[in-house]
């Protein structure tokens, strides 16, 4: 029963490596291009230009005055992140099946939350930011929100309701550097609210 079931195993491997043999080379430089990773280029962060423009978000009811060679993009949550043109070509890059080498990068994103348990702003706020850090009013237009600084100022969010559904809308600005106070505030001094949703 062993050598019988060894003598199949074998003429069962020769068999494969004599078809394996007598496959044509492209077979196997397809396959070996495909298990290659691709990685995608970085060309690393590409400062803001000095002109800006308007991106305006009608699902959060706001318009941002961000530089001009930055991008946007629409998440499959509904939220959109603004990055830099650098991480912007990285981030398509890594959608389209790429690897990144992998750096720490700066953006801002805008998402809107769910406030069906209709707390009030400040006490919502304080729910659902995992920043622990200092919250403090601060007005857009004329709004009130609330702005929240991470302790270690590599975080920042604004938090303001929505006039015309229970959503919270909440912008943030993040990244491994500090300074995301100042930043996130910057572009709320250079934004407005739209009329409607």
């Not at 003429?11 to 990685?39: H, I, M, S």
């Not at 308007?54 to 001009?68: K, N, V």
């Not at 406030?115 to 004329?142: A, C, H, M, W």
């Not at 100022?153 to 303001?160: G, I, K, N, V």
């Amino acid at each position: 029963m062993k050598r019988t079931y060894f003598t199949l195993l074998t003429v069962a491997l020769v068999n494969t490596v004599g078809l394996l043999a007598n496959l044509p080379a492209r077979c196997f430089a397809d396959t070996a291009r495909v298990a290659q990773p691709t990685y995608c280029n970085d060309p690393g962060p590409i400062p803001a230009s000095e002109t800006t423009r308007e991106l305006e978000l009608p699902q959060f009811g706001i318009t941002l005055t961000i530089p001009a060679n930055f991008r946007s993009i629409l998440r499959n949550n509904g939220a959109v992140e603004i990055v830099n043109p650098g991480t912007y070509e990285v981030l398509t890059c890594v959608a389209r099946g790429g690897q990144a080498l992998g750096r720490g990068y700066a953006s801002v994103i805008v998402r809107s939350v769910d406030n069906s348990k209709n707390l009030d702003l400040r006490q919502f706020v304080e729910q659902n930011t995992r920043l622990q850090g200092q919250i403090s009013p601060y007005n857009l237009g004329d709004r009130q929100g609330y702005l929240v600084e991470s302790r270690s100022d590599r975080s920042a969010q604004f938090w303001l309701d929505s006039a015309d559904s229970s959503d919270m809308t909440a912008i943030s600005a993040g990244c491994d550097c500090r300074g995301m106070r100042d930043r996130l505030i910057s572009i709320l001094d250079r934004s407005s609210l739209s009329t409607s949703r």
